[in-house]
Antibody, heavy 125, light 108 residues
Framework: QVQLQESGPGLVKPSETLSLTCTVS????????WSWIRQPPGKGLEWIGY???????NYNPSLKSRVTISVDTSKNQFSLKLSSVTAADTAVYYC???????????????????WGKGTTVTVSS | SYVLTQPPSVSVAPGKTARITCGGN??????VHWYQQKPGQAPVLVIY???DRPSGIPERFSGSNSGNTATLTISRVEAGDEADYYC???????????FGGGTKLTVL
């Protein structure tokens, strides 16, 4: 079955750019949406944004000015870049498959059916 | 933007029924999904499309959605159900994925 694995530096300095990659195994990255979600220590889940395999994106407006999500279908990977980080960006970052389904009435809904284990990123000098 | 409201905590005795709510404006018109997250682990989908269960999720987990409230119901609660639970919807007007603030389920 499909598995996701996040990778990237666990420590980033303030004002620098956080970069993470999610590798998809056991299935193709094509024909799906893929999301990044983060969770600050002791807090809830925050959706960061998604990318469709074709490259279209949508971002949480609270992070939009600092976020870039990209995809490399040849490597079955998608990536997250978050610029100008501060201590508030310290969190566990998850990647997830963002499954879109059309119901009987023709309406779509989206949910995350497969998650990576998450990677902890600390912003500190 | 669309907002989902969950109670911070719910407590239940073993063998009883736990109900976790997720409030939102006319949430009954949306599809609601629920995730379970145990300490130190990634979230796991337990309910999708209001009331469907992924394979491997016990029948004790069920969901409903109507009006301004969606509910995750866990019957015959076990100690292993102790976790944080999050609801999530897709906001079609913005194409955003929205999570509730999460509810900590404590098994007494």
């Amino acid at each position: 079955q499909v598995q996701l694995q996040e990778s990237g530096p666990g420590l980033v300095k303030p004002s620098e750019t956080l970069s993470l990659t999610c590798t998809v195994s056991g299935g193709s990255i094509s024909s799906y949406y893929w999301s990044w979600i983060r969770q600050p220590p002791g807090k809830g889940l925050e959706w960061i944004g998604y990318i469709y395999y074709s490259g279209s994106t949508n971002y949480n407006p609270s992070l939009k000015s600092r976020v870039t999500i990209s995809v490399d279908t040849s490597k079955n990977q998608f990536s997250l870049k978050l610029s100008s980080v501060t201590a508030a960006d310290t969190a566990v970052y998850y990647c997830a498959r963002d499954l879109g389904v059309r119901n009987y009435f023709g309406y779509y809904y989206y949910y995350m059916d497969v998650w990576g284990k998450g990677t902890t990123v600390t912003v500190s000098s | 933007s669309y907002v989902l409201t969950q109670p911070p905590s719910v407590s239940v005795a073993p063998g009883k029924t736990a109900r976790i709510t997720c409030g939102g404006n006319n949430i009954g018109s949306k599809s609601v999904h629920w995730y379970q997250q145990k300490p130190g682990q990634a979230p796991v989908l337990v309910i999708y499309y209001d009331s469907d269960r992924p394979s491997g999720i016990p029948e004790r987990f069920s969901g409903s959605n109507s009006g301004n409230t969606a509910t995750l119901t866990i019957s015959r609660v076990e100690a292993g159900d102790e976790a944080d639970y999050y609801c999530q919807v897709w906001d079609s007007s913005s194409d955003f994925r929205v999570f509730g603030g999460g509810t900590k389920l404590t098994v007494l």
